[in-house]
């Protein structure tokens, strides 16, 4: 009867501890594109600010290509999720309006690096036809949220606005955009507070009601519920 031979350690990786590891690269890939673009966001870069080894990160993408697309989809679906949220808190089609607007600009993820990033990404659509598909969707997504609230609010008559509600869903998204943008790269000196309030008087006045009630309207509520 022969010695059996000792078997070689090895030390295992849960499926959640390697899930959790990935969306942590991601997460630091995310802010790799914010601060040095998509061009800018390599293996090695991306192990100096994770402090993960290019081996580790290749392990799990092996190509930079298959990086930056799951880092896009990290971010959308993410973005996606924080704003389904949003949208389900609200009290009433008009609170899920303004709670929108101003989640645009001050969401869980500073507002630089939120828009650093997609600034970044908008850049690179451009030249790259699966990140312009994968910013398609997300700008749809997110239109849709605005298209579902003034819809409701328009039935439930909390406003009366002179656009059709497809059309205004799209000169909303659209306006947030290009604030975020122009203020990011410096061509409007706005603080993250006076952009969320530039928007919500911009909405108000397409929606066909009082400025000054809806930018409060929330901020009003929390200080009457303290």
């Avoid at 809806?214 to 303290?226: G, P, Q, T, Y």
């Amino acid at each position: 009867m022969s010695e059996a031979t000792p078997g070689r350690r090895t030390r295992s990786v849960t499926p959640e501890a390697m899930a959790e590891r990935r969306q942590s690269i991601l997460q630091f890939a995310s802010q790799v594109i914010a601060h040095h673009g998509v061009e800018g966001c390599s293996f090695g870069t991306l192990s100096e600010a994770s402090g993960f080894s290019v081996g580790m990160i290749q392990h799990y993408f092996r190509h930079r290509e298959r990086l930056i697309s799951a880092a896009v989809e990290y971010r959308t679906e993410e973005s996606l999720r924080e704003w389904q949220r949003i949208y389900e808190r609200g009290d009433n089609a008009l609170e899920r309006l303004h709670d929108l607007l101003t989640f645009s600009i001050q969401g869980d993820t500073p507002f630089e690096e939120a828009w650093g990033f997609w600034l970044q990404i908008y850049a690179a659509a451009h030249k790259n036809a699966e990140i312009r598909e994968s910013v398609a969707s997300v700008w749809s997504s997110w239109r849709g949220l605005f298209v579902r609230a003034l819809e409701e609010a328009s039935e439930e008559k909390l406003l009366q606005p002179s656009l059709d509600v497809n059309e205004l869903a799209t000169l909303l998204v659209a306006t947030i955009d290009g604030l975020a943008i122009q203020s990011l790269n410096g061509v409007h000196n706005f603080t993250p507070d006076e952009l969320v309030e530039t928007l919500h008087r911009f909405a108000a006045r397409e929606f066909g009601i009082d400025a000054e009630e809806f930018i409060l309207k929330k901020r009003s509520k929390l200080v009457d519920a303290s």
